[in-house]
């Protein structure tokens, strides 16, 4: 699955590659490798300060949950 994932992104594993080696010279802590990666950051942020259980991740992507949970059990 994580290789499905890797040929089948919208960002190469070349791309998050360079996207690490400019943050290390950068000395820059957090590296996104997608600009829609900050949103489930927001999100788990909120849920932090307003001490509320996670968000579901997949709330606006239930296929995907789905998809993640049966592979998770070998389905």
Known sequence: ????????GKVS???VAQKVFDAVAQDQ????SHPH???G?????EDILLARN???PF???PEIGAQ??????GG
Do not use: C, H, Q, S
């Open 59 to 61: 709330a606006e992507r």
């Open 54 to 56: 996670p968000t579901d």
């Open 1 to 8: 699955m994580t290789d499905k994932a890797v040929r089948g």
């Open 41 to 45: 950051v927001r999100n788990r942020m």
């Open 68 to 73: 993640l949970r049966a592979a998770l059990r």
């Open 37 to 39: 990666a900050l949103g």
């Open 29 to 32: 802590f957090y590296i996104y």
């Open 13 to 15: 594993a070349a791309e």
